[in-house]
Nanobody, 125 residues
Framework: VQLQASGGGLVEPGGSLILSCAVS????????IGWFRQAPEKEREWVSC???????DYADTMKGRFTISRDNLKKTVYLQMNSLKPEDTAVYYC????????????????????WGQGTLVTVSS
């Protein structure tokens, strides 16, 4: 299983970015996807996740600004990030939870087995 995160870059405060996570190596879409991020000298934190049936969940600080979605035909998950703030600067990682039940996804890193390499998002003027 491989996950390829992309779409990061430099954006000004208030701007937007769309991150993508392409998943390969699965013959089905029976997994949940989570997005996490890690800023310099900080612990990895949960951002958002999407369950097998498309149900979504967000960390409180991302609600209303970030939107997660999945395209099962393309085996790709997207994270639309709006109203970006300097404190959103981090490396963003996507990960798969192969054991997730249909309508639920986890915010805990320990639930996720496969991780992508991360994509850097820098919010700065």
């Amino acid at each position: 299983v491989q996950l390829q995160a992309s779409g990061g870059g430099l954006v000004e405060p208030g701007g937007s970015l769309i991150l993508s996570c392409a998943v390969s190596g699965f013959t089905s879409n029976r997994y949940a996807i989570g997005w996490f991020r890690q800023a310099p000298e900080k612990e990895r934190e949960w951002v958002s996740c999407i369950a097998r049936n498309g149900k979504t969940d967000y960390a409180d600080t991302m609600k209303g600004r970030f939107t997660i979605s999945r395209d099962n035909l393309k085996k790709t998950v997207y994270l639309q990030m709006n109203s970006l703030k300097p404190e959103d600067t981090a490396v963003y990682y996507c990960a798969t939870d192969r054991n997730a039940i249909l309508h639920w996804c986890s915010g805990a890193t320990g639930h996720y087995e496969d991780w992508g390499q991360g994509t850097l998002v820098t919010v700065s003027s």
